[in-house]
């Protein structure tokens, strides 16, 4: 276990040894240390092409690695599929928003609730009353995480036809929804204008605070990062550079040179 995550009073909920992933003759990341403690926000930054996202894909079983180990949970991550990773306690948003276009705000969420329902197809059939009471409880917490967020008012409107704003709320609610240990947040506040990310800011510290989670943070936004984050860590070329509390990242030499051009506070 890191010293790091060892600090965040908890123990370990994600750590990567020496990882490495290669496609074809080109290594995307490079034998990355990197651990979530528990309760811990964590942020992941560098440039455009840096291996941020390549991380993230690799933590949910997207991609997997070529050599060095993951694990969740201090248990082997193994070969286990996306949605295993999400039963297990791993939600991801998107840079790019994937809500359910075609369906409403609440069933968006009621379709990331239903991962841990307890009535499979049969004994819904046969056992309507107790399928009919789980589906209630469902659609009870389903308004309890819409109206947290402020988005209750909105429940039956199409997700796709709310603002950009409350499209990533929705998408991080969604997450929510399975339960995570560990949320990880792919540049949430991109396409955001300053008072939608300030607002933002706000709703991660909240979230992971209310929801008592791990929260792992890929964005470029620095004025966000260095504003929510406990600890950064840097990559350029897939390689991690630089490991540190905000303000030991905004003085690193090596950060300023490959990532910020100049302290963030300055940005």
Same mark, same amino acid.
């Given at each position: 276990?890191?010293? +790091?995550?060892?600090?965040?009073?908890?123990?370990?909920?994600?750590?990567?040894?020496?990882?490495?992933?290669?496609?074809?003759?080109?290594?995307?990341?490079?034998?990355?240390?990197?651990?979530?403690?528990?309760?811990?926000?964590?942020?992941?930054?560098?440039? #455009?092409?840096?291996?941020?996202?390549?991380?993230?894909?690799?933590?949910?079983?997207?991609?997997? $690695?070529? @050599?060095?180990?993951?694990?969740?949970?201090?248990?082997?991550?193994?070969?286990?599929?996306?949605?295993?990773?999400?039963?297990?306690?791993?939600?991801?948003?998107?840079? #790019?928003?994937?809500?359910?276009?075609?369906?409403?705000?609440?069933?968006?969420?009621?379709?990331?609730?239903?991962?841990?329902?307890?009535?499979?197809?049969?004994?819904?059939?046969?056992?309507?009353?107790?399928?009919?009471?789980?589906?209630?409880?469902?659609?009870?917490?389903?308004?309890?995480?819409? @109206?947290?967020?402020?988005?209750?008012?909105?429940?039956?409107?199409? +997700?796709?036809?709310? $603002?950009?704003?409350?499209?990533?709320?929705? @998408?991080?609610?969604?997450?929510? /929804?399975?339960? $995570?240990?560990?949320l990880l947040l792919d540049e $949430?506040?991109?396409?955001? #204008?300053?008072?939608?990310?300030?607002?933002?800011?706000?709703?991660?510290?909240?979230?992971?605070?209310r929801f008592g989670?791990?929260?792992?943070?890929?964005?470029?936004?620095?004025?966000?990062?260095?504003?929510?984050?406990?600890?950064? +860590?840097?990559?350029?070329?897939?390689?991690?550079?630089?490991?540190?509390?905000?303000?030991?990242?905004?003085?690193?030499?090596?950060?300023?040179? +490959?990532?910020?051009?100049?302290? /963030?506070?300055?940005?």
């Amino acid at each position: 276990m890191s010293a +790091a995550a060892q600090n965040s009073g908890g123990g370990t909920v994600l750590e990567l040894e020496r990882v490495t992933i290669r496609f074809g003759g080109l290594t995307a990341v490079s034998e990355v240390d990197l651990a979530v403690g528990e309760g811990e926000l964590v942020g992941l930054i560098g440039p #455009n092409g840096a291996g941020k996202t390549t991380v993230f894909n690799l933590v949910t079983g997207v991609y997997q $690695p070529t @050599e060095g180990r993951i694990s969740f949970d201090r248990k082997p991550h193994g070969r286990l599929r996306p949605h295993d990773l999400t039963r297990r306690g791993i939600a991801r948003t998107f840079q #790019n928003i994937r809500l359910f276009g075609s369906m409403s705000v609440f069933d968006n969420v009621r379709v990331a609730m239903q991962l841990h329902r307890r009535f499979g197809f049969g004994e819904a059939l046969w056992r309507g009353r107790l399928a009919a009471k789980a589906e209630g409880d469902v659609a009870g917490r389903v308004m309890e995480l819409l @109206e947290i967020f402020n988005l209750g008012r909105v429940r039956d409107e199409l +997700a796709t036809s709310l $603002p950009y704003g409350d499209q990533r709320r929705l @998408e991080i609610v969604r997450a929510l /929804a399975t339960r $995570p240990r560990l949320l990880l947040l792919d540049e $949430p506040a991109a396409g955001m #204008n300053p008072t939608e990310k300030a607002a933002l800011a706000q709703l991660i510290v909240e979230v992971q605070q209310r929801f008592g989670i791990s929260v792992l943070l890929v964005e470029h936004d620095m004025r966000l990062v260095m504003s929510v984050c406990q600890r950064i +860590a840097v990559l350029e070329y897939g390689r991690k550079i630089a490991e540190g509390t905000p303000q030991q990242i905004q003085k690193n030499p090596q950060v300023i040179a +490959a990532y910020l051009g100049k302290e /963030a506070s300055d940005a």
